[in-house]
Every structure is written in C-alpha cells, then in structure tokens.
C-alpha cells in the first residue's frame, strides 16, 4: 500500500531537463492550452487531480524554454520538408519562435472556419487579409548571351534557386516584415555548357538541398 503524503514519484521531482525532454510529446498549440490553465487555474487542478501546485509551475516554466520551441519547429519542419536555414533561429526570440510553430494550425484552423462561413453563407463576401510580401525585385544582372532557364522556391519561402543557361544560382529574399533586400547567396558558373532544368530535395535533417542540373555541352563537336 502506497502511502500518497510520503510518495515522490510525480512530476515535481523530474529535473527540467527531463521536463524539456517532455515536452517534445506535446503538440505546441497543447502545450500553450495547458500553460494557460496551469497558470490560471492552480488551485482547480489541485482540488480535481490532485496535482501538487509545484507540478504546474515546473511545466509551465519547462514549456517557456526556448529549446523546447526551437526542436519543436526543427520537428515541424523536418515533418513536412521545409528548410530549416529559412528562420533565423539565433535571431528569433522565444515569442517569435512559438508564433513561428503555431502558425501553420492556426492557418489552417482560419481556411477551415471559412469554408464553413462560405458553405452556411455562400452569398456572403468573405475579406481575406493579404500577406506582407516583400516587394523589392530581384535584379539578375545577367550577361548578355546568359538566359533564364528555371526557378524554384525552396519550401519555407525565403530561398530561391535559379538556373540560367550558364550558371546556377542561390537567392535569399530575406525574412518576411523586416524589410531586407533580395541578395544572392552563392552561385556556379558553368560557361563550357548550356544548363537546361535542375531538381531539388532537402536533405533528411532538413539544413541542406541537394541540387541535380542537366545540361549539354556548348561544343556540337563534342
């Protein structure tokens, strides 16, 4: 028989990091629902589950680590192929971070709820709120006998490889909102031969790309 005023096996007496580890279980939109309730309602948790009021507090500082949000968003973006470089990670702060992971659920919760609204009111003119784009073109600057062949934006929407006849090229169009200027990353001359199409997939830790290019000499001869 187990005496409960002596047992200490909750979860008050795991250290944070084990705390942390946890939370990587926890889908983040859960885990913020939880958060508000440990911190608003303590003393109804106590009475309801028995749950020792240190217990809330040590998860709901656990859930505020920022670790626990950057490997919360390197899983969202391994899960479903996005890079990884897209954010900044040693930029962002720890709000920035958790919008960042949420986002997607809530996108998708808005699209949801309005084709609801539409097929209950399909008169009905629904506003939809553009996105903040960055308007700064891309200036190429190519050569003259130099052609664009291809583009492809790398998911996550900041990068942009870009083949042309004689090179293959790497494009960062900066973080969405801050107002920074298209610049070109890195890039590839291939002067001996005309590039025709490329292909594209990340890698399995989702921080790099590996780029195939198919091209023919520019020699006939050869």
């Not at 919360?72 to 971070?97: H, K, M, S, V, Y």
Request: aromatic letters at 8%; glycine letters at 4%; charged letters at 20%.
């Amino acid at each position: 028989m187990v005496d409960d005023k002596n047992d200490q096996s909750n979860t008050t007496s795991l250290p944070l990091d084990i705390l942390i580890i946890l939370m990587d279980y926890v889908r983040p939109l859960d885990l913020i629902a939880f958060r508000k309730v440990c911190l608003r309602f303590t003393s109804i948790l106590l009475i309801l589950s028995s749950m020792n009021p240190q217990t809330c507090r040590a998860l709901y500082h656990a859930s505020h680590r920022r670790s626990v949000w950057i490997k919360a968003l390197t899983n969202l973006n391994r899960n479903n192929g996005i890079f990884l470089p897209t954010f900044q990670l040693d930029q962002l702060t720890t709000q920035e971070l958790t919008q960042v992971v949420t986002a997607p659920v809530i996108w998708l919760t808005t699209i949801r709820e309005r084709y609801r609204q539409q097929q209950e009111q399909p008169h009905r003119d629904l506003t939809w709120k553009p996105w903040i784009v960055n308007p700064n073109p891309i200036e190429l600057g190519l050569e003259v006998e130099d052609e664009f062949q291809a583009l492809f934006l790398v998911p996550g929407g900041r990068f942009v490889v870009l083949l042309t006849i004689f090179s293959l090229q790497i494009w960062d169009l900066g973080l969405v909102g801050k107002g920074s200027v298209p610049h070109r990353v890195t890039w590839v001359r291939m002067s001996q031969q005309g590039n025709i199409a490329f292909s594209t997939q990340p890698t399995k830790d989702s921080l790099g790309l590996r780029l195939a290019v198919s091209s023919y000499p520019m020699d006939t001869n050869q």
